[in-house]
């Protein structure tokens, strides 16, 4: 084929960090006005890829070129100014800006020296209304919830007039109505001739959306066809290099006597959830399942203490609790893996040690790391090298940063923390959002296995097949109340999907 045929050509290219060969000959070829899919496991190598054409790494060989032309961009200032505009899997805007600022950064065509604010708010309110984006552009970054500032970064990279825009994972926190918003955005953006770079772990999605599709593995160049000839289970097939027999694994834990007994529960500051009455069962795995707003994250904050609770109860093992903060809720047996583990759960800037046993330090009482007031490192050390290795967590060392981990990877340390305390009753917020399939595998069968050693689990999931595959009950919220619970042998989409409209 031409040169031309390409809107952005990637040719071999290679990138290494210490201890860590990340890309080994990597290519990408996208044609103009085309989606082209970008997927691999946790830590394959895509968004280092991405981030050498966007001139955040240097990439140590190899060659890029875009329309043909060659391009290599010294900062991501140089790349927008070349055409390329890439939104980010962690999103790293400046909080206490507001949104138009945020969007401007730096490029605001000023007057005499002084920028305009009212040029500023029409020109963003212009790209807003095309995008169809209800943002208010006076509004502080920081006060905006995670979807809507990841519209903001869309908006920013459209700004820019961009040739090729890259989007990092762009729907992991966006609600099924927000995926479809942007679905439309890309949609136009495509058949203006943009090309536009999409990583997901989501297979329904991928489909769905794209033309062309390249896997990687192990920072390699794997394959690159026309999605109408892919299956999911070739892609799969592809990233991981073997047949994955089993996307569930077989259950093998017994529920047995109750262990948690929770009634009428009620959080303090409206929205939230209101006279929720359940049990959970010693080795149980307790789904719930709701659409958006429908207030599980509220349910699993006021169990964990993380929010108020106005009135209700909730037993332990026939003894009344209350978990007043988290602390306290460690201490009763407790752990929560929260939802926005990027935002809430991580230390980016200190080591996968320090991210492991943080929880333990912090309150647990289970594990004990001091002697005579002073920190043992040898047993830091030996819990996170253990952490690290049932959870296959894709390190150099021990010693690596987490903002340095592939975004799956961070949120292995983050589950991988929570088990170390060892808890009774442990509270599940979307574990596998933004974990490939693989490993999501490996988490169903952690959730299995700590179900078999006797421990209760709650799983909120906005992913049913994953509800229907490892839950033995699940509990369908709608509009803050129980709308009904379900055996999971017994349920199936429709019928969730019925509970969860009963008072939406
Ligand atoms: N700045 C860095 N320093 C050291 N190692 C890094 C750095 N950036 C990436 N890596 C390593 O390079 C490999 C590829 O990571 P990358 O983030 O590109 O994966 P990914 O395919 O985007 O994964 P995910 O789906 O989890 O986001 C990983 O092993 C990661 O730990
Ligand atoms: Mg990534």
């Known amino acids: 084929m031409e040169d031309d045929t390409y809107l952005l ?52 060989a190899g060659s890029i070129k875009i329309s043909g032309k060659p391009a290599s961009f010294a900062d991501p200032r140089e790349a927008m100014e070349g055409g390329v505009s890439m939104v980010h899997q962690e999103l790293n805007q400046v909080l206490k800006r507001n949104v138009m600022e945020n969007l401007w950064l730096g490029r605001f065509p000023a007057r005499f020296g002084l920028v305009s604010e009212r040029e500023m708010h029409k020109r963003t309110r212009a790209i807003f209304d095309e995008l169809g984006i209800k943002v208010d552009p006076r509004a502080a970054i920081g006060k905006l919830g995670v979807s809507q500032r990841q519209m903001v970064e869309i908006a920013k990279a459209v700004s820019y007039h961009a040739r090729v825009v890259v989007l990092d994972e762009p729907t992991s926190s966006l609600t099924n109505q927000e995926v479809e918003h942007l679905f439309r955005i890309i949609n136009k953006l495509r058949a203006e001739g943009v090309g536009i770079v999409y990583i997901s772990h989501r297979m329904e999605e991928i489909l769905q959306i ?86 599980r994250t509220e349910l699993l904050e006021t169990i964990f203490g993380v929010a108020h609770r106005a009135y209700g109860e909730i037993r332990k093992d026939g003894k009344r609790i209350v978990n007043r903060s988290p602390a306290e809720a460690i201490k009763n047996g407790f752990a929560m893996i929260t939802e926005e583990r990027r935002a809430n ?74 088990l170390l305390t060892n808890p009774d009753v442990l509270l599940m917020d979307e574990p596998t959002r933004g974990i490939d399939v693989g490993a999501k595998a490996e988490i169903y069968q952690l959730i299995i296995n700590l179900g078999s050693e006797g421990k209760g689990i709650i799983v909120v999931s906005s992913e049913m097949p994953e509800l229907l595959g490892i839950c033995d009950r699940i509990m369908v919220m709608s509009g803050g109340r129980l709308a009904g619970i379900l055996e999971a042998r017994e349920a199936n989409q429709e019928r969730i999907m019925r509970l969860a409209a009963k008072f939406a």
């Open 9 to 60: 050509e990637m040719l071999d290219i290679d990138k290494s960090f210490p201890g860590v060969k990340a890309l080994n000959k990597a290519r990408l070829q996208v044609r103009p006005g085309t989606v082209h899919a970008l997927m691999g496991e946790n830590g394959a190598g895509k968004s280092t890829l991405m981030k050498c054409l966007f001139g955040i790494y240097r990439p140590d």
């Open 210 to 295: 794209s033309d062309d599709v390249t896997i990687m593995r192990d920072g390699e160049w794997i394959a690159t066809e026309p999605a109408p000839e892919l299956t999911i289970d070739r892609i799969i097939k592809y990233m991981v290099g073997r047949d994955l027999t089993h996307r569930f694994p077989p259950k093998t834990n017994v529920p047995g006597e109750d262990l948690l007994v929770v009634e009428n529960l009620t959080g303090k500051y409206p929205p939230t959830c209101r006279d929720v009455s359940f049990t959970l069962r010693r080795g149980e795995i307790l789904g719930v399942a709701g659409l958006v707003g429908s207030r």
């Open 345 to 418: 759960g991580i230390f980016a800037g200190l080591d996968i040690t320090f991210n492991t046993v943080i929880s333990n330090i912090n309150g647990g009482n289970r594990t004990r790391y001091t002697k005579l007031g002073l920190l043992s490192s040898r047993k830091l050390n030996k819990d996170t090298q253990s952490s690290i290795a049932s959870m296959r967590i894709k390190t150099p060392s021990r010693k690596a940063y987490l903002r340095n981990l592939s975004g799956g990877n961070q949120q292995k340390v983050v589950i991988g923390r929570w």
